[in-house]
């Protein structure tokens, strides 16, 4: 189940977003307005919900959220983006790395 995450999540909101993967999570992360959407099989899938609740495509990084370790990592498709300078699946930018992990951990950590 994708869940828009716009405040801290709650432990209902996880225990939902990981019942597709179960050992994490996918997420899409807009970076500009400082909320995620979490739990769809594909990052895109994540991507598209912020989309259509009105994020803008430049500002969605895709990453993947560990509960047990409480960590972030940066590959996912929706990242390789040559007009942004990012040919790769994973965030190269490391300022937009860093906007990635606050608003995850602000979001997740500790649910």
């Known amino acids: 189940m994708i869940h828009i995450i716009r405040t801290r999540a709650t432990k209902e909101q996880l225990d939902e977003m990981l019942q597709t993967l179960c050992a994490y999570v996918k997420l899409a992360v807009d970076i500009q307005r400082g909320i995620l959407a979490g739990g ?20 969605i990084w895709g990453a993947d959220w560990n509960p ?7 590959e996912a498709l929706i990242n390789i983006r040559p007009r942004q300078n990012n040919r790769s699946m994973d965030i190269l930018d490391p300022t937009v790395r860093e906007r ?5 951990q602000q979001l997740l950590e500790g649910v």
């Open 100 to 104: 990635v992990t606050q608003i995850t």
């Open 68 to 74: 047990q370790t409480q960590q972030v990592t940066y």
């Open 40 to 59: 769809g099989p594909l990052h895109a899938d994540c991507e598209s919900a912020l989309l259509e609740d009105g994020s803008k495509q430049e500002d």
